[in-house]
């Protein structure tokens, strides 16, 4: 069974101007253990999916409907409180920026404490052992000296690795990790990634990693889902996605990474803009920019199809399409 | 830290100089003691003898610095309206003043706090609006008139409270205190409050406005999403980080309970230092109006290094000599 199911999940803005659909018919799944990634230009509704996840939307948006299932059990209706007890216990969550996301006042032991006895049955000084414990385990060094420092006294990395020990420090099953290392030096950003893959894969968490770098989810997702204007766009293993996507915007994705073992004169681009949650075409989001649009595509909006190895929400991949 | 300190006493210092040179010097040129103390009836002569007798007489400079001379020794003359030591005329009255002062700052502490927590967590509700509504009032309304208000409605028509005075002190030593009566209690009441709302719904505005602005950090977001429970996250994580600002305002604040409790002691008829200073004022009575600026200028500097201090109690950052961010 799966470990996190998404059904339709469609999210909603409620402005001045009318409502903003921010996700529509947002559908997907987890396995346990498996590292989905979530790639999308900004603005795709990416980290906004990770946010209805861990039921931390921002007001005023909201779940207009759909379904978000742990393990079965449905968590997106549930009262603050029971979900509370389900955030870092089973669902951790990593933030894109380090420098922000710790409390500066509080040394970090103290937060890590705080998060472990919150969820796990453990006394003050057992909770301040397994802080310890995983401090070494994300790459602290002298963690049993360095425990009892501030945030603002570690390095923006050695900060990050800090957050995801607070992440993981309550064992949970599922991790949504937010653009965990956008914020970092790039030569840092790469020990951060391999140090995630691996303590998820030891410990069995299953990881949604949200993030706009092609090269992290190349490297560490087993799937891959491609977000356009708050749609999935395209999902599947990530060997096939990067080497044959079918949809024509994760073809134009892939196809502006530049690959290392040939030239290319130039890179593809995808003309235009996504466009904004306002103004979104009719039909399918992406006709105006898409180089094979057809009739279809400017009235109906298609949905995931089975497009060989992947699923993609394409007309050319229906029965009877253009193909 | 001692350093610190040390260093910050000597920045006082010029501070405090100032201060007086400026108080001396404005009251050397407004009102003349001497046609007050003299009264109708006099003599040239009476007039040269007295203006001797108080040294006016001699040069402005070598007034101040007799002035200086004597205020660093802790002595402030002879009042001209009591022929009182002002020293002692001050040490008389500061207790009644700060017993209110205390009490209004205790009052908008305890009642500001709590309101601004709330009413920057549950915006939205009715108790928060009315809340907010209730303090642009007190933002508003100015002291004496809330004063009166307060002894028209608690005093007169309702007859619970006195309307004026201390009722009965206690003298422990040279301090005289109101806390231990029931009449000194009852009396403490009206002026603390009015003393307070100013102060209470600026702490409460503050706090509000803090507060709101701490909830929308990352930090909070991610001890949300740690799944931390509700009370840590408000009362520990956002409340401590709204602090350094709240100290800062709340410290000011005391300053200027202290000092501007002169409207409200004058409404009340409360024998503290406030209306020592108004009816020295209106005797033109310079060494105790000189050596009150000075002392409200030794509160504001010494408060001012508590907060100082107090910043380093909660904000690790700025402790010196332990960043090691490598």
């Known amino acids: 069974m799966s470990l996190l199911q998404v059904k339709n999940l469609r999210v909603e803005f409620p402005t001045r101007r009318g409502t903003l659909v921010a996700l529509d018919d947002v559908s997907f799944e987890i396995a346990p253990g498996e590292v989905l990634g979530v790639v999308g230009e900004s603005g795709a509704g990416k980290s906004m999916t990770g946010a209805a996840i861990i039921g931390l939307l921002e007001p005023p948006g909201r779940i207009a409907s759909g379904q978000v299932l742990l393990e079965g059990r449905r968590i997106d209706n549930l009262p603050y409180e029971k979900m509370r007890r389900i955030r870092g216990r089973e669902i951790g969550a990593i933030f894109q920026d380090p420098l922000t996301t710790l409390n500066p006042l509080y040394t970090i032991g103290r937060q890590l404490v705080e998060t472990i006895t919150t969820h796990l049955p453990v006394g003050p000084g057992e909770a301040r052992e397994k802080a310890i414990g995983w401090l070494e385990l994300v790459g602290i060094p002298a963690a049993r000296e360095r425990i009892d420092s501030y945030p603002h006294e570690f390095s923006g990395g050695m900060r990050q690795r800090v957050v995801i020990a607070l992440a993981l420090c309550a064992e949970p099953k599922l991790i949504v990790a937010d653009e965990p290392t956008t914020a970092l030096d790039v030569s840092i950003q790469a020990q951060v990634i391999a140090m995630l893959k691996t303590l998820a894969r030891e410990k069995g968490t299953a990881m949604m990693l949200v993030t706009h770098d092609m090269g992290v989810i190349a490297e560490t997702a087993d799937r891959v889902a491609v977000m356009y204007a708050g749609r999935i766009s395209e999902i599947g293993p990530v060997r096939e996605l990067v080497r044959h996507a079918r949809h024509p915007y994760s073809q134009g994705l892939m196809g502006s990474i530049p690959p290392l073992d040939r030239r290319v004169e130039r890179l593809t681009q995808i003309d235009g803009a996504m466009p904004r949650l306002s103004a979104i075409p009719r039909g399918c989001a992406f006709n105006p920019r898409c180089p094979k649009v057809f009739d279809r595509c400017l009235v109906e909006r298609p949905e995931l199809l089975d497009a060989g190895t992947t699923r993609a929400s394409c007309w050319l991949y229906a029965e009877g399409g253009a193909a | ?326």
């Open chain 2, 1 to 326: 830290m001692f350093s610190f300190i040390v260093s910050r006493i000597l920045q006082a210092l010029p501070v405090m100089f100032v201060v007086s040179l400026i108080s001396f010097a404005m009251f050397a040129y407004v009102g003349d003691p001497v046609a007050i103390m003299l009264g109708q009836d006099f003599t040239e002569a009476q007039r040269a003898a007295l203006v001797r007798d108080l040294g006016l007489d001699e040069p402005f400079f070598v007034q101040f610095a007799k002035f200086i001379g004597n205020a660093v020794q802790g002595e402030f003359g002879l009042s001209y309206r009591l022929s009182r030591p002002v020293a002692e005329l001050i040490a008389e009255r500061a207790p009644a003043t700060l017993e209110l002062a205390l009490c209004a700052a205790f009052i908008s502490l305890c009642v500001g706090v709590p309101m601004g927590i709330y009413t920057g967590l549950f915006r939205h509700s009715w108790l928060s609006r009315f809340l907010l509504t209730f303090s642009l009032i007190g933002v508003s309304l100015p002291t004496f008139l809330i004063g009166i208000l307060l002894i028209l409605v608690f005093s007169v028509w309702l007859g619970w409270l006195p309307s004026f005075g201390r009722g009965d002190v206690v003298r422990i030593g040279w301090w005289s205190s109101g806390f231990l009566t029931v009449s000194g209690l009852k009396a403490l009441i009206l002026p603390a409050i009015t003393l307070g709302l100013l102060q209470l719904t600026l702490i409460m505005r503050l706090v509000r406005s803090e507060m709101m602005e701490v909830l929308r950090t990352d930090y909070i977001k991610f001890a949300r999403a740690r799944g931390l429970p509700n009370r840590a996250i408000y009362f520990g994580h956002a409340l401590k980080n709204t602090l350094v600002p709240v100290i800062t305002i709340a410290g000011l604040q005391l300053g200027s309970i202290i000092a501007f409790a002169i409207v409200t002691e004058t409404v009340f008829q409360w024998p503290g230092m406030g209306l020592l200073f108004i009816q020295s004022v209106g005797a033109a009575d310079i060494p105790v109006m000189a050596a009150y600026l000075m002392m409200i200028a030794a509160v504001f500097v010494t408060i001012n290094l508590v907060v100082d201090l107090l910043y380093y109690a909660v904000d690790p950052r700025l402790r010196v000599g332990r960043g090691r961010g490598h």
